[in-house]
């Protein structure tokens, strides 16, 4: 991240900043760490796959993203597994709700 004069800024001062955004505001505390992962999550849950995660993120392994944004969401891995199910062909689509009613 770069000043209005092109120069970098300190991670530390573009911190202060959003601390100082932040105390303007009715919201939580949070961080900008904590930004970045709630970003991270929910692109992950709105369909965006681990490649541009890690790419946004700049993580240097996408092992890195895959363990951390593969299991966050339980809604997540619920539509994955009933869209793995839905692939079977003897699978039937009644099937897959008796099932979950009876595990639950």
């Given at each position: 991240?770069?000043?209005?004069?092109?120069?970098?800024?300190?991670?530390?001062?573009?911190s202060e900043?959003?601390?100082?955004?932040?105390?303007?505001?009715?919201?939580?505390?949070?961080?900008?760490?904590?930004?970045?992962?709630?970003?991270?999550?929910?692109?992950?849950?709105?369909?965006?796959?681990?490649?541009?995660?890690k790419e946004?993120?700049?993580?240097?392994?996408?092992?890195?993203?895959?363990?951390?944004?593969?299991?966050?969401?339980?809604?997540?891995?619920?539509?994955?597994?009933?869209?793995?199910?839905?692939?079977?062909?003897?699978?039937?689509?009644?099937?897959?709700?008796?099932?979950?009613?009876?595990?639950?």
């Amino acid at each position: 991240m770069r000043s209005r004069s092109g120069a970098w800024l300190r991670p530390e001062t573009a911190s202060e900043t959003f601390r100082q955004i932040l105390a303007r505001t009715d919201l939580p505390p949070i961080t900008l760490r904590d930004i970045r992962h709630v970003s991270a999550t929910l692109t992950h849950g709105g369909g965006g796959d681990l490649h541009t995660i890690k790419e946004t993120l700049r993580h240097s392994t996408i092992t890195l993203t895959s363990d951390t944004y593969t299991s966050l969401l339980p809604e997540v891995d619920q539509a994955a597994a009933e869209a793995a199910v839905r692939l079977v062909p003897r699978a039937r689509p009644g099937k897959v709700a008796e099932n979950n009613q009876a595990t639950s």
